[in-house]
């Protein structure tokens, strides 16, 4: 949009964040969570957590954590002290206005305010690579009044505690002293707004993935909250939407979020955030929610899942994603399509680590009682763009999915894995994608792809000559297809562009699954060859124990809840082998999983691998 038609949209209108309420009647509501049915379950989550971070000190990120990033690459002490205090800032918040007459949460919030506003940047170290706050050989000039400040980088944590402190500002306006009050402005002015209009453009500006939508979204709301100056409003949701705009650019027509569900939570969860602030503040004249693909986007989430909360987590995602209900729920009021899961899968308010106020917030002003919700409904999903298959049956009692990949190899945040596939039961992935693992300097760095859940070794497709599959957009499967029927869902990739191997000159992966009676996946790989290849090898990871069964030529692992994934083999033609091995997964907790190996034996210009995949149980027709 242009300048002109912004300023028109939000000249005459105020700051705050009056519409968040049901009625615009925030004090009944607050009464209202602590006395409601509905809400008390989370309520009582927020004290509880609230009890706890109050005997918790408020720690202070000293030089050796902010350093240890820099000196050897590891995130997680300086990030487990950082969100530590973001929880409480989230927290003493709600309990503030829950329970207005125990004043101990709300001088926990102005000392935790305090401190957040002290804070040398709100930026993560991982964030601030050749950065001007970790450069010790700036020159500063006292005759020079507009002398860099050092503290001008933004990245998403700097934008969110923005955000969050002008929400807090503008909801509990009357009830923080003035000093607080001009603390908040003054930082939020200082290590946002005036950065953001003089010291950009970030890199971020144009990204076509989470961060735009979370910067510019944020930085956008907190003018939003803070502003009323028609002008520097306008300018700020200039660039604002400008990002915004990449951001929606990053995704197909099929709305898919290639990064999974739970990046999408991020993601498009700080858009509608912000496209809320905005529609309200300019009574509904700049309506984000009406741009083409956001329908689309909007009912990603319910193709996203395999059962429960069990998501597909190609790239790096977790395996299991609670639902935000508040989210879920405002989507569902604006766009018919969008279903609504029950309330078990609902996250807990414990679930985010890192204490985000925006999702928290409106996880309890957005929740409407009335969505009861049901599970996932079975159905096949082909997202053309994404390149995902995705299916949901019901086999008697049983909740079987699955779900496979084409794609490229240069995604938001890639992994290399053309051809993967999850395939799952009850719950429970059988075969397994890794997700994410912890993110180092080195995980995000020259040998990111060494990793096993960012390499094809980890990942559950063919090794060629030895070789994996390389990263970049030129690794990328070809002649793509699906074909869904009420019998099958079968899809077709080729995909010897990921390897870079010079003899191969053709793979064709399908996926054959048979819905009918008992479930089952047929996989053949047909690999063409210019000259004999040494070596090929199918590969499976998992992090169900698997079992060989020589006798019958398959390999078995049995589920938790009493089914087993057979996994059936010619023995003339492959010999199978199982490993044991490790990965940190994305909290640097250690975790076994599972290769198993099958050899192609003698093969020839020509070679045709197949493998037969059979949910199991005794009684089972």
């Known amino acids: ?51 706890r971070l109050l005997v918790e000190p408020l720690q202070e990120p000293g030089f050796a954590l902010f350093r240890q990033f820099a000196d050897n690459g590891n995130r997680i002490p300086y990030e487990k002290v950082y969100f530590e205090k973001r929880k409480k800032l989230t927290t003493f918040f709600l309990l503030a206005m829950i329970k207005p007459h125990d004043d101990r949460f709300l001088q926990a919030l102005y000392d935790t305010i305090w401190s957040v506003c ?38 998403l944590f700097a934008a969110e505690t923005g955000f969050a402190l002008s929400e807090i500002l503008s909801l509990a306006h009357s009830r923080l002293p003035p000093l607080i009050r001009s603390r908040i402005e003054e930082e939020v002015v200082r290590r946002l707004f005036k950065p953001y209009l003089r010291q950009g453009p970030y890199d971020w500006e144009t990204a ?59 993601g498009f969860g700080y858009f509608v955030y912000f496209a809320d602030l905005l529609k309200n503040r300019t009574s509904g004249r700049i309506d984000l929610l009406q ?23 190609f790239s790096d995602a977790p395996a299991r994603v609670p639902v935000q209900p508040g989210l879920t729920h405002y989507l569902a009021k604006n766009f018919p399509n969008v279903e609504v899961p029950p309330k078990r899968v609902h996250a807990s308010y414990m679930a985010d680590p890192c204490g985000r106020f925006a999702p928290a ?15 996932w409904q079975p159905g096949d999903y082909f997202l053309p763009n994404a390149h995902w298959l995705v299916s949901r049956l019901q086999a008697e009692r049983h909740h079987i999915s699955f779900a496979a990949k084409a794609g490229h190899n240069d995604e938001p945040h890639n992994h290399n894995d053309i051809g993967q596939f999850i395939l799952a039961a009850d719950g429970e992935a059988f075969l397994c994608d890794l997700g994410s693992g912890e993110y180092t300097k080195q995980y995000f760095g020259a040998g990111r792809y060494a990793y096993a859940c960012n390499g094809s070794h980890g990942h559950s497709v063919p090794i060629v000559e030895g070789q994996f599959q390389a990263e970049g957009k030129d690794s990328a499967a070809r002649h793509v297809n699906a074909e869904l029927t009420e019998a099958a869902a079968i ?25 009918q009676g008992r479930p089952k996946l047929i996989l053949t790989d047909r690999f063409v060859f210019s000259s004999a290849p040494h ?11 698997p079992e060989m069964d020589r006798m019958n030529s398959r390999v078995l692992l049995k589920g938790k809840n009493g089914l087993t994934l057979e996994i059936r083999f010619d023995p003339s033609e492959l010999s199978p082998a199982i490993t044991e091995q490790k990965y940190r997964d994305h909290d640097g907790v250690t975790v076994r999983y599972f290769v198993i190996d099958f050899a192609v034996l003698n093969p020839g210009k020509e070679v045709q691998v197949l493998l037969n995949f059979t949910f199991i149980q005794r009684g089972w027709q």
Not at 34 to 39: N, R, T, Y
Not at 292 to 312: E, H, M, R, T
Not at 361 to 375: E, S, T, V
Not at 535 to 545: C, D, G, N, Q, S
């Open 361 to 375: 917030l409106r996880n309890l002003i957005w929740y409407d009682p009335q969505l009861a919700g049901k599970d």
């Open 535 to 545: 070596r090929i090898t199918e590969r499976l990871i998992a992090k169900v124990k």
């Open 118 to 155: 002290n804070e040398y940047t709100w930026c993560l170290p991982a964030h601030l690579q050749g950065a001007p706050e970790t450069d010790g050989e700036l020159s500063f000039s006292v005759d020079s009044p507009g002398r860099l400040d050092r503290r001008t980088s933004i990245d």
């Open 491 to 515: 899809f077709v990739m080729e995909m010897s562009a990921a390897y870079k191997v010079p003899n191969l000159t053709e793979l064709w992966r399908t996926f054959v699954w048979q819905k």
């Open 291 to 313: 741009k083409p693909k956001v329908k689309a986007i909007a009912a990603f989430q319910q193709i996203g899942y395999l059962d429960g909360s069990l998501a597909v987590n």
């Open 208 to 266: 076509r993935h989470n961060w735009a939508a979370v910067c510019a979204g944020s930085i956008g709301s907190a003018s939003l909250l803070l502003l009323d100056d028609a002008h520097t409003l306008s300018a700020i949701l200039q660039k604002s939407l400008s990002a915004i705009d990449y951001f929606l650019d990053g995704f197909g027509a099929d709305g898919a979020c290639p990064e999974g569900v739970a990046y999408w939570n991020y």
């Open 1 to 51: 949009m242009r300048k002109e038609e912004i300023l028109h949209a939000v000249s005459g209108t105020t700051a705050g964040a009056r519409n968040l309420f049901p009625k615009g009647d925030q004090e009944s509501f607050w009464i209202k969570v602590w006395q409601s049915p509905d809400l008390r379950e989370t309520a009582e989550q927020i004290r509880a957590e609230g009890e």
